[in-house]
């Protein structure tokens, strides 16, 4: 079974930064198209970025220019650098992999795979 494991996420003012770290143990995890997800209280699970085995990378709309992922084959680790923080991104992040064509947006369906525990996001006005 995957196991993923999100770390790195804090309390953060308005304009900070702060930087993900998600491990995946799991074999395949070079070949993977990876992503980061958040959720937030009340809302569904969406997927904010994304990046290829190749290293090709997409962003919501909502997060682009701000976040950047990217991936540490050798380490099974993927990173989310988030700078200039809003309080609208206050949330849980998640790490799992993704699909491998960008639509924009994408809500992985309730209850389907393997999650790990997510990283808290808080972000104050």
């Known amino acids: 079974q995957v196991q993923l494991v999100e770390s790195g996420g804090g309390l953060v003012q308005a304009g900070g930064s702060l930087k993900l770290s998600c491990t995946a143990s799991?074999?395949?995890?070079?070949?993977?198209?990876m992503g980061w997800y958040r959720q937030a209280p009340g809302k569904q699970r969406e997927l904010v970025a994304h990046?290829?085995?190749?290293?090709?990378?997409n962003y919501a709309d909502s997060v682009k220019g701000r976040f950047t992922v990217s991936r540490d084959n050798a380490k099974n680790t993927l990173y989310l650098q988030m700078t200039n923080l809003r309080p609208e991104d206050t949330a849980v992040y998640y790490c799992?992999?993704?699909?491998?064509?960008?639509?924009?947006?994408?809500?992985?369906?309730?209850?389907?795979?393997?999650w790990g525990q997510g990283t808290q996001v808080t972000v104050s006005s």
């Open positions: 990046i290829t085995s190749g290293g090709s990378t």
């Open positions: 799992n992999a993704a699909p491998t064509y960008w639509t924009g947006t994408y809500y992985p369906t309730p209850g389907v795979g393997s």
């Open positions: 799991v074999t395949i995890f070079s070949t993977t198209t």
